[in-house]
């Protein structure tokens, strides 16, 4: 047709007939419909009824109302191009049935106003006989001695105009021809003070629980495909069902879940998102702290107060009342179990209580869904978690690889829209890399990857410049990604990589057929631990006199295992700390260890863990009762755990019943043998091998009794001396510290 210009409707009149209004001088006079194309978005296009009226508008010019401008993406005076307009090239699909959405234009003071549904299609039919109708069109509803209303088209079904005598099946349509006997629906949303009534109301379509905006592709939730899926069967699958269905089944909704799991999986983010799929109510999200109040009574009115809507929607409609969502971030701060809060207040269990009231007490409500998330599940009171309540539980867990390769994609996804990610920047190689991470330490391993990027072009001197042309060509490649791996980001859940280095500082010195031994039994147990068809759980006990290098040798079974999460457990991180506290620290550990599919714990010094002291003797007994729990009790289902002990007192673990808790025993001994400390000395270039040969000369047919960690020490002060001296003092110092008897000949 040619290009018209948008102008805005000059009466009410025009406004409400929901038709474009245009100059007959420019359209023949049976032409009814039209489709225009945005201009600057030609994919873009939309149909319109078209009306003619006294004092048109200017010939070229085409008058829209202010909602059919909004739905049309239209601005006045801007130019549009009419595509079709003739009836002959107006071949339509024909609407069988339309759903749509009515809401007040003007919304204020407006409280729960009943609208007749039969009376309402009566209207409906009248003014939209034969017009075109597209999905998402909003449309001015006049109703008699009621304010004017808006329509949203919500849903469309229909069939071609061939087919309308065939008896072919309905489907879904972007727009159509509304018939004087096309079926319509309406409804309204959860949050719009309306109530429909009337002799149609049983088949009226209920709004689905689902938004029919949100995009599942859209969620921004990597690796935790499975947990929404388990979390949407249990908790939503009842609320899409019509109510009739529900009532039949004798079935009551989910009114709360729990998310748990380490901080920066993603239960957080996981809440939001349920908010935004869901039809409902705007979610009230409150932080676990906000709650308590330092006045009396305060903090269980905080609760009731979160209810109060719920409950007065649930008086006022009853089984129609729309969802409440309620979502406690941090819940451990005030359902912690009853009685383990010190202090007299009893404030704690008073909130408890009152949630645990309004949730599922007396007077049920059957409008809410109550989310709840915490890092600590285990702090939280016991009822708070039966079916009723926090009914569903979900543990969001570290994702595991395809997780990994997910939440990087997500994170990288603008980077590589505009082209500023680099070739060599492989997602599948970062997602084996990053064992353990979590999803917030994957987005901060991106955030990362992109300062060091941006510091390459930043010059350093008196002014911090950039340069413009080279940051338009700027990229993030594989490098920055790597050196954020190494220098930036660590997993909180990770490998403790520095401890193992520190203990493995020396490496491993093989100084005999006893170490290959201890090495290959290791390896056995850590791939007995790895296997699926065994139990969980293998403990290892690696005992031997102090100084046998005993440490080491775990570091190195820990580091070769290349489980993803290894902590190690050590004396040094405790010291000062009460039997409580220590604890609570292993316990944490160990708790830490079974959200991960492979770990391993190294605790080192057992028996210094334990507060030994030969005299008397003193030990934990506390500390030992956890240990020995911890050591018996299986890791969770599909999960494995390797853990590793030290201890230079066997005989002391032996009385404290210790020893039956492993699975094997591993001896270290010291250097006994001639051979065994010149092969340890032909690894260093202390000595020469005149002197190797003079040494061994001299400790041959002697008693040699040396841990490997005493040796190394000794090879250090001694390669301070002159050459010349090196033999004496080595052999000397040895004699001193008892390592070497020259005085006795073995026979």
Not at 168 to 184: C, D, E, I, M
Not at 623 to 631: C, G, I, K, S
Request: aromatic content about 6%; glycine content about 6%; charged content about 25%.
């Amino acid at each position: 047709m040619g290009i018209f210009k948008a102008v805005k409707c000059l009466a009410d009149d025009w406004a409400i007939t929901n038709c474009a209004i245009v100059n007959d001088e420019d359209f023949r006079n049976d032409t009814k419909y039209i489709e225009i194309q945005h201009q600057t978005k030609p994919d873009i296009k939309f149909w319109f009824t078209i009306a003619f009226v006294k004092n048109p508008p200017p010939r070229g010019c085409i008058a829209f109302s202010l909602n059919q401008r909004e739905w049309a993406q239209l601005s006045i005076n801007q130019a549009i191009n009419v595509l079709s307009s003739h009836p002959a090239n107006v071949q339509l699909d024909l609407i069988c049935t339309i759903v749509v959405e009515i809401d007040y234009i003007q919304k204020k003071g407006k409280n729960n106003e009943q609208f007749d549904t039969d009376m309402m299609a009566k209207e409906f039919l009248v003014l939209f006989s034969n017009h075109i109708l597209s999905l998402s069109q909003t449309l001015l509803f006049p109703l008699p001695e009621k304010p004017l209303m808006s329509l949203v088209v919500k849903s469309l079904e229909g069939v071609n105009y061939k087919e309308i005598n065939s008896g072919a099946k309905p489907r879904l349509l972007q727009y159509g021809k509304f018939l004087s006997n096309t079926v319509v629906q309406f409804v309204v949303n959860s949050n719009v003070p309306i109530m429909l009534v009337g002799k149609a109301k049983s088949q009226l379509a209920r709004v689905s629980i689902i938004n029919p905006d949100f995009d599942f592709n859209e969620m921004g939730i990597g690796g935790l495909d499975s947990e929404f899926n388990a979390i949407f069967r249990r908790a939503f699958a009842s609320r899409v069902f019509p109510a009739e269905i529900i009532q039949k089944l004798g079935c009551k909704h989910v009114k709360g879940i729990l998310l748990y799991g380490p901080p920066g999986t993603g239960k957080t983010l996981m809440a939001r998102q349920i908010g935004k799929m869901l039809n409902a109510h705007e979610p009230k999200i409150v932080n676990g702290p906000q709650i308590l109040d330092k006045y009396v009574g305060e903090s269980e009115a905080n609760i009731r107060r979160l209810f109060a809507d719920a409950e007065e929607e649930e008086k006022r409609c009853g089984s129609g009342s729309s969802l409440h969502i309620i979502i406690f971030d941090e819940i451990d701060a005030i359902c912690k179990a009853r009685g383990s809060v010190g202090g007299n207040t009893g404030v704690h269990d008073t909130v408890v209580n009152q949630l645990l009231a309004k949730i599922d007490g007396v007077e049920q409500l059957n409008n809410i869904l109550v989310i709840g998330m915490t890092n600590r599940r285990d702090m939280i009171d016991e009822a708070l978690l039966r079916p009723g309540r926090l009914e569903v539980q979900m543990e969001i867990s570290l994702p595991d690889e395809h997780g990994r390769y997910q939440i990087l994609n997500i994170h990288t996804s603008r980077m590589k829209e505009f082209k500023k990610m680099a070739t060599d920047v492989d997602m599948k190689e970062l997602s084996v890399l990053t064992k353990n991470f979590s999803g917030a330490e994957l987005e901060g391993l991106v955030r990362a990857a992109q300062s060091t990027a941006m510091n390459r072009l930043i010059k350093a001197g008196n002014k911090v410049e950039v340069d413009p042309e080279a940051s338009e060509k700027l990229q993030v490649c594989r490098d920055d990604f790597l050196h954020a791996l190494e220098h930036d980001i660590k997993p909180a859940f990770g490998a403790s990589a520095e401890a193992l280095e520190h203990f493995l500082a020396r490496g491993i010195i093989n100084w005999g057929s006893t170490v290959t031994n201890i090495l290959e039994d290791g390896e056995l147990l850590t791939q007995q631990a790895r296997a699926l068809d065994t139990f969980g759980l293998v403990s290892v006990l690696i005992e031997g006199p102090p100084n046998s290098g005993k440490t080491a040798l775990a570091a190195k079974l820990a580091k070769n295992s290349d489980f993803p999460f290894v902590k190690v457990c050590s004396p040094e991180d405790m010291v000062g700390f009460t039997e409580n506290a220590k604890c609570m620290q292993i316990r944490k550990i160990f708790d830490d260890a079974y959200r991960s599919q492979l770990s391993c714990i190294l605790v080192d010094n057992i028996e210094r863990l334990l507060d030994y002291g030969p005299i008397g003797p003193r030990y934990s007994n506390l500390t030992l009762q956890a240990l020995l729990v911890l050591l018996k009790k299986q890791p969770p289902k599909g999960k494995k755990l390797l853990v590793l002990c030290t201890s230079s007192r066997k005989e002391v673990l032996q009385e404290m019943e210790m020893l039956s808790a492993f699975t094997a025993i591993l001896h270290v001994p010291n250097l006994s043998k001639p051979e065994e400390l010149i092969t340890v000395l032909k690894q260093f270039d202390l000595f020469n091998e005149q002197d190797i040969h003079k040494i061994y000369n001299q400790v041959t047919g002697h008693r040699v009794f040396i841990g490997i960690k005493k040796l190394l020490a000794l090879i250090d002060m001694v390669r301070q001396t002159e050459p010349r001296q090196r033999v004496v003092k080595f052999l000397t110092k040895m004699e001193e510290e008892g390592c070497l008897d020259l005085g006795t000949m073995i026979h």
